[in-house]
């Protein structure tokens, strides 16, 4: 038995789909669970080469066998839950979407654009926020996914109760995954940033409330870090600490060509900073990482690029990862030099009596 729990450790965005996609693969894991709402998207480029973006459902999907769950404390557009059914191909068999989700309508978005949370806060104008106000005040406009299945037929079939779904599986030993949405410094009860957060908690325990399960359950917690943190457009959005350019960074790391991350659900240019070591020492007193993953050694360095070993990484890389083991005293051992499944790889951790962390390749 195992239950895994994924989360963002800085803004977002920190690669969470790859590395729970990855894990998935890994691990062969049998029910894999996509918490939140459609305002962000996870994003990874898959073993073909396609970058894929998934807004609802769980990365895991790249596992054939794996049941793909939305749970009760998620959000859900039914239009966007069934697009990505139809575009990524994905058998509606596999896929589980909890009877008390709630709904976003129309008229959740026109709400916001009506109180200029784009302009206030860069919110992506999804609903979510206002949508979560509807579930919180209980109206009479308040419809959960069982409420609305003669508007989408589609859904009847789909619907479940995933808490039931998720406790099975682990009384049968079976292996489960719970993806995370956003990032912890995005967290509405503990990012040092309110209001310029998100509506909904993002650390692991508020994961598991969304679910439906016991933090007794959890064997591993799953940190996800990238070498420089970004948050989306705008100042509004939320201070970033240290923050630089794109060109910067391409200069620094020695990327021949230049680099441009865009936003998944706006596509606008995010903006970068460097390491926030406070922020993320932060996150991991909160969460209580198992292992840690961090993303972009590329940026550290070009010559990182699409490594697949401890020890072919720059020297500077490795020292980075070990002062990042070090600060937060949770091993880092899933490594990301691309934003490729292909440029995951796992090493395996052993602590000296010394308390320095020591690696060695391990082949996967």
Known sequence: MSLWV????????EGKGKISAFITLKENIDICVRCGGPNSG?????????????RQLPTGYVNPRTRLLIPAGALIDP???????????IDPARVGVDERCFVIRESDRETERGLGLRERLSSTLCGVGAAVS????????????????????????????????VNEAVDFDKKVLIEGTQGFGLSLYHSQYYPRTTSRD???????????VSPRLV???????????????GAQAGPLKDEITWEQLRKESGYPYNITEMTSVTNKVRRIGRFNWDLAKRAATVN??????????DYLDYRNKGLSTWRALAPQTREFVM????????????????????????????????????????CQ
């Open 42 to 54: 996870h994003t990874f480029v898959d073993q073909d080469g396609e970058n894929k973006v998934l």
């Open 323 to 362: 002062k990042l083991e070090r600060a937060i005293g949770s091993p880092v051992d899933l490594l990301g030099t691309g934003s490729s499944l292909r440029d995951t790889f796992r090493r395996r951790i052993i602590e000296s009596e010394a308390s320095a962390f020591e690696a060695i390749e391990v």
């Open 134 to 165: 509807r579930r919180v005040l209980r109206g009479a406009d308040a419809k959960l996914a069982r409420d609305v299945v003669m508007e989408y037929p589609y859904l009847e079939a789909l619907l479940t109760n995933v808490s039931e779904e």
């Open 6 to 13: 994924v989360v963002g450790g800085q803004f977002g965005s």
């Open 288 to 297: 209580k990482p198992t292992h840690v993953a961090i993303n972009g050694l």
């Open 219 to 233: 064997t591993e917690v799953v940190v996800v870090f990238r070498t420089f943190p970004i948050r989306v457009a």
């Open 202 to 212: 993002t650390s692991a325990a508020g994961f598991l409330s969304e679910v439906g």
């Open 79 to 89: 239009m966007i839950v069934k697009n990505e059914i139809d575009t990524f191909g």
